[in-house]
């Protein structure tokens, strides 16, 4: 079954280590997102991907980094800059051009938490 | 400033009742909306899609209405039933190649 993989579903950070979340997909889809939930606030975009080699930023990037290396996964490093870094990240999918219904498909996300 | 919003909140109904669900955008040129449900600790599970082209699309007991000039979105529930609680999001693609924009979600109770 084509889907997004998101490990691991549980990860602890310890203040100042950097730590990477993964998400890979096998829909063969161009385009993926990463996006933070917090309790009350909702989804906030911190990075999307069109294609392979390329990103770009969304509303809350700081602190955070992506690469896009490859079309099937889409990793995103939390790095010590990211103050806050305990929430729900969770990462999507899409066609981006040509044909279909360019609706977005979920990973079932990753809950990080700082220690 | 392009933006979706949907109210209440949260949602508490008895068991077995119709529901209707709420999802408002600013700028009715729309390429499609999408609605989701979220249970607690999980990721997003598409729950149905519609084109600018539709007025309503279903699934089950689930409908999905769309009306771009009055800038709305409805998501009726049939027969309610405790396994429908959770949190149901609505997001709206405004351009084929663009991101899309996320409601906060309604949170639903059905009381059993």
């Known amino acids: 079954d084509g889907g997004i993989t998101q490990s691991p579903k549980y990860l602890f950070r310890k203040e100042g280590q950097n730590v990477t979340l993964s998400c890979e997909q096998n829909?063969?889809?161009?385009?993926m997102y990463w996006y933070r939930q917090d309790p009350g606030q909702g989804l906030r975009l911190i990075y999307y991907?069109?294609?392979?080699?390329?990103?770009q930023k969304g509303d809350i990037a700081e602190g955070y980094s992506v690469s896009r290396e490859k079309k099937e996964s889409f990793p995103l490093t939390v790095t010590s800059a990211q103050k806050n870094p305990t929430a729900f990240y969770l990462c999507?999918?899409?066609?981006?051009?040509?044909?279909?219904?360019?609706?977005?498909?979920f990973g079932s996300g990753t809950r990080l938490t700082v220690v | 400033k392009q933006e979706v919003t949907q109210i209440p909140a949260a949602l508490s109904v008895p068991e077995g009742e119709n529901l209707v669900l709420n999802c408002s955008f600013t700028?009715?040129?729309?390429?499609?909306l999408q609605w989701f449900r979220q249970d607690p600790g999980k990721g997003l599970t598409s729950l149905l899609l519609i084109q600018s082209s539709q007025r309503e699309q279903t699934s089950g007991r689930l409908n999905a209405s769309l009306d771009k000039s009055s800038g709305r979105s409805t998501l009726y529930i049939a027969a309610s039933q405790p396994g429908d609680s959770a949190t149901y999001l609505c997001a709206v693609r405004w351009n084929r190649d663009d991101k899309i924009i996320f409601g906060k979600g309604t949170r639903l109770h059905i009381l059993p």
């Open positions: 991907s069109q294609i392979v080699n390329d990103f």
């Open positions: 829909l063969n889809h161009d385009a």
């Open positions: 999507a999918s899409s066609i981006v051009g040509g044909q279909g219904s360019y609706g977005y498909t």
């Open positions: 700028d009715s040129a729309i390429y499609n």
